[in-house]
């Protein structure tokens, strides 16, 4: 029998864009997640923004002490409210405590995809919401956005585009650096890929700080594709992800605020 690690504190965004207008709903949580959080009262200073990218981990899991994290957030959306995909994929995505280092709360989309349910949902989800929208492209952000991407893109009729690390494409590149936590990366996509004028999104399981999906969307546009929206599973609503996405739309499934 397969079990199901630890459910996360996440709270379930059924939402279509992310927009700076949330509603809550239920949510379900396991006593594991029924812990004080250090960091809830924490002031946002530039120290605090270290500590939030560790804590990025945790969703920005805020809830008082000894009490459950129990709403969830959702966004005005076209997506129904009641829609049940959303609550069975926030269920199935673990949080480990203290990876990949201590006082991170990684927020695991593994355990998503050994439920071929919730996997479906999820996928479903993203094309259900671009398939009338004339998408040429799906970028895909090395690694996790190479699982969600690629069905999507399928589903769609649109092409597959990765966006690599460095010196993983064999062709010819363009690259975007990006900052990291500590230092910065560089993002990687073949010359010819694309082409100007079509239109993109751009896939990953999660926005964070926001500057993987902001190297992705300066690579893009560099070339002269319309990036339409970002799409990811999960959002760590705290780290403020979206402002360095500027006005481009974001649309996630699961807030972890
Ligand atoms: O919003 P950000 O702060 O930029 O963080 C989000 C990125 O971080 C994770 O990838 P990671 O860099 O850990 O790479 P991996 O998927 O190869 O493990 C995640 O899959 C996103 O791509
Ligand atoms: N908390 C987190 N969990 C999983 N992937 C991440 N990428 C950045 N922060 C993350």
Not at 56 to 65: D, E, F, I, K, L
Not at 98 to 118: M, N, R
Not at 139 to 144: K, M, N, Q, T
Request: charged letters at 20%; hydrophobic letters at 40%; one cysteine or more.
């Amino acid at each position: 029998m397969s079990t199901l690690p630890t459910l996360s504190p996440q709270k379930i965004l059924e939402a279509k864009i992310v927009s700076h207008c949330y509603f809550y709903s239920a949510n379900s949580v396991k006593p594991s997640f029924f812990l004080p959080n250090p960091h809830a009262t924490a002031a946002r200073s530039s120290r605090r923004v270290k500590q939030l990218i560790h804590r990025g981990a945790t969703g920005g899991a805020s809830a008082p002490a000894g009490q459950p994290m129990s709403v969830a957030h959702m966004a005005s959306s076209n997506v129904d409210g009641t829609d049940d995909r959303i609550s069975r994929i926030s269920s199935t995505i673990r949080v480990i405590p203290d990876f990949p280092k201590p006082g991170i709360l990684f927020q695991d989309i593994t355990t998503l995809l050994l439920d071929p349910k919730a996997f479906k949902d999820t996928i479903d989800l993203f094309v259900e919401r671009y398939k009338d929208k004339n998408i040429n492209v799906v970028a895909g952000v090395e690694a996790r956005g190479f699982i969600f991407g690629p069905p999507i893109a399928l589903a769609i009729g649109a092409k597959f585009v990765p966006m690599r690390k460095p010196k993983k494409l064999p062709g010819e590149v363009i690259s975007e650096e990006y900052s990291l936590e500590y230092g910065t990366d560089t993002m990687e996509m073949h010359v010819g890929a694309v082409q100007p004028g079509e239109r993109a999104i751009v896939v990953d399981d999660l926005i964070a700080t926001g500057g993987t999906l902001n190297a992705a969307i300066r690579l893009l546009e560099r070339v002269g594709v319309t990036v339409v929206e970002c799409a990811c599973v999960i959002e760590l609503p705290e780290l403020e992800g979206r402002v360095k996405l500027g006005n481009k739309p974001l649309f996630v499934l699961v807030s972890s605020a």
